[in-house]
């Protein structure tokens, strides 16, 4: 019950007060510190004269002595927190607040909709270069509000639910390591001729660990698009959710894309542009519209925020449960 309390208590906290460019603009946030060990481990040991084989083992071994470590961290900290009693407690809030991303992926996506709105589809593009890895310069307006409706959904799961997930299972410990294991896959848990072994442990571990969550998020999504367009909205979401979802290049992103796609009305994915080249992709709801606009990244945000009070309640219920 005390992780579930500390939990509500941090997600208010970041949905209020966020990640605050002051402070990490004079200390480097922990997943900064988390991606400098990611790197310094991958230069040392990812060796281009190594065999597949020996570059797959040690992708294994580095990203379990990551997450080991991260782990450790979470449980020393823990028991710190724990023998300061109630300013362990509200250190243990801050410290769980830092790793969720309410009000910056909020934040990220609405400068979106304010660069299409003041700044046109330049404006637009600068903006949403900042949140996705696809070429900009290959969007058009539609493509720049669909990008950035997409990020949204999807780092909805792996930024916020998931983390609050795995800490309330297995407190600091586990949500160190997942923030480790995330961060890994983002960085080293690519298909190219480099990450594609040494990287490979880090995403499909990474897949797993969002298994639940990414299911999780698709339904408070659908739950959220019921709150403010009605019954059918939420039905649509959840069915897209359950049939469209297997049609992401992603086992997990596509749950929560499909479920906004629903709530919109929207069809989204589909083929891009990584670096130069056009990858072939389904759409999510291909019969919805692909008119997307920054009214449609309003209105998405609105959803997700929705969707943000429903997590809240569900771990308020959960402390409700736990008396």
Known sequence: MSHLAVLLVALILDRLVGD?????????HPVVIFGNAIGFAEKRFNRPSDTDLTRRRKGKIVIAGLMLGAAGLGWGLARLFCDLGAAGMLLEVIVVA??????????HVAAVAAGLREGGLEGGRKAVSMIVGRDPEALDEAGVARASIESLAE???????????WYAILGLPGLLAYKML??????????????????RASAKLDDLANWPAARLAAMLIAAAAGLIKGRAAMRRSAELALTDSGLHRSPNAGWPEAAMAGGLGLSLAGPR??????????????SGSRNADAGSIVEALVIFRRACDCLVLLFFAGILVSF
Do not use: C
């Open 273 to 286: 542009h990584y670096d130069g080249e056009l990858v072939m992709e389904a759409s999510v709801n291909a």
């Open 20 to 28: 605050p460019d002051w402070l990490w603009w004079r200390i480097s």
């Open 182 to 199: 995330n961060t890994a896959d983002s960085m080293i848990g690519h298909l190219n001729e480099r990450y594609r072994d040494f990287g």
């Open 155 to 165: 780092n909805f799961s792996d930024g916020i639910v998931a983390p609050a997930l």
């Open 98 to 107: 830092i790793f969720l991303a309410q009000k910056s992926l909020a934040d």
